[in-house]
């Protein structure tokens, strides 16, 4: 993997960051990395994350998936980082198995997805590190119930990933399911890389040991200086934009397969480091399509933003055939990779003419090497971003919060969070 950083410098854009500023930062980025590496090395909670690599066992997943060689569908009932990662590897990969990933409780949605499917043959994947999530445990519910209206034993096609204990925990011992587990120290959106993410696309049918792989030659990348890391090199620039006034991140990919590629990107860089009213937004959007629509803003709105734009160089290519239309003959005999590639290069120049950082992420290709790199990469990236701004990157009471509010309302317990709802200030206009 390769960042390219030089549109983020000061001489490019403002913000941007002065190449003195940079040297300084690097001093940080050192101090940094012996603190993560401290933290890898005693397997502290969240750290460890970044030994995944090491640490898990492809063959233990493969046998947990293997009876359901079978299905034709997978059903991952999860939610944030028990859904993100793996459904970032689905979205990416092709596969003859249909995954779906049920991450929201939207009841109409569900059952669409619901009548899609064939229950007899779908495999599903309940996933929940706590085992608290009351989305996804009601959304395996009706899941389970589904299956049993239409004759299908549920216990025969139910995988659990879950914690050491609690509900689901207790489920797969009451049914005898077959269950992976989700390692202690490792948060879930930094779980891409573990039973969490993995299990899923090898039902899928994907080399999961070429993702480590991929995961591992990032690790191996890992050094006390940006300038011989990729993953901290991004980390420590969005940093260093952010503080200068790029309080925005829009991750842009130029694949259409790495479009869930940018949503998990955000959980991870939103719940990792949004805390002690600190913290950079990241923003989704995708190349070529958003050129023609949020692009307008990033380059002539508010200049808060960077661009993270990331494409892989190569890929699969499709012609772009002939055409006596004179306007259009320029298209003729090209590509549509290379249409793809040079909007990428313009959307690039045109932000660095506008003055605006934007950094390049580029893998060799979409394939379960190069996203091993790019998601271990990013991890990594935040991992260091974290440690830069001082924040606890690991924990996110914010949203436990709101976890806890929501479970009050449904009288799931007593939780003065909920009492908030009540206080709620009203001025409906109708
Ligand atoms: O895996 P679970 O325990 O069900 O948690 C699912 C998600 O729940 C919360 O929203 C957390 O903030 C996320 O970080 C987590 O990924």
Not at 388 to 395: A, K, S
């Amino acid at each position: 993997m390769r960042v390219d950083i030089g549109n983020a410098l000061d001489r490019v854009a403002t913000p941007g960051v002065p190449e003195d500023a940079l040297d300084r930062l690097d001093d940080r980025v050192a101090d940094a990395h012996a603190r993560i590496e401290e933290g890898r090395a005693k397997n502290e909670h969240g750290y460890e994350a970044l030994n995944l690599p090491e640490t898990v066992d492809t063959d233990e997943i493969r046998a947990a998936v293997e009876p359901f060689e079978d299905s034709e569908y997978l059903l991952n009932v999860g939610i944030g980082g028990s859904a993100l990662g793996a459904a970032t590897l689905s979205a990416a990969l092709d596969s003859d198995v249909e995954a779906y990933y049920l991450d929201n409780v939207d009841p109409e949605w569900v059952e669409s997805i619901l009548g899609d499917v064939d229950l007899s043959k779908t495999a599903v994947n309940v996933v929940s590190r706590s085992g608290t999530t009351a989305e996804t445990l009601s959304n395996f519910l009706v899941v389970r119930d589904a299956m049993e209206s239409a004759g299908v034993d549920w216990t025969e096609r139910t995988w659990v990933t879950t914690g050491e204990e609690g509900n689901l925990r207790d489920l797969a011992n009451k049914h005898d399911l077959p269950s992976l587990k989700v390692p202690d120290g490792v948060p879930g959106r930094f779980s891409v890389l573990s039973t969490v993410g993995l299990a899923a696309a090898a039902l899928q049918g994907h080399d999961i040991d070429a993702i480590v792989e991929g995961a591992a030659a990032a690790e191996a990348d890992l050094a006390p200086s940006l300038y011989e890391s990729p993953a901290y090199a991004y980390g420590a620039v969005a940093y260093a934009l952010d503080v200068r006034g790029a309080g925005i991140n829009a991750m842009m990919p130029y694949e259409e397969s790495l479009e869930t590629f940018a949503e998990w990107y955000a959980q991870l860089w939103a719940e990792s480091l949004g805390k002690d009213g600190l913290g950079q937004t990241p923003v989704r959007a995708l190349g070529a399509t958003d050129q023609h629509s949020q692009l307008q803003l990033y380059r002539a709105g508010p200049n808060d933003k960077m661009v993270t734009f990331v494409r892989a160089a190569d890929r699969e290519d499709t012609p772009i055939p002939e055409t006596d239309l004179e306007g259009l003959s320029y298209l003729g005999g090209s590509s549509l990779g290379e249409l793809l590639d040079a909007e990428f290069e313009a959307t690039e120049a045109s932000l660095a003419a506008a003055d605006l950082p934007n950094v390049r992420i580029e893998i060799d290709s979409v394939d379960e090497y190069g996203l091993g790199e790019l998601l271990y990469s990013m991890e990594a990236a935040t991992v260091l971003a974290g440690e830069l701004y001082d924040v606890d990157t690991f924990i996110q009471p914010a949203v436990e919060w709101g976890k806890k509010a929501a479970r009050g309302l449904l009288g799931g317990g007593d939780f003065e969070e909920a009492d908030a709802v009540a206080d709620k200030t009203t001025l409906t206009i109708e």
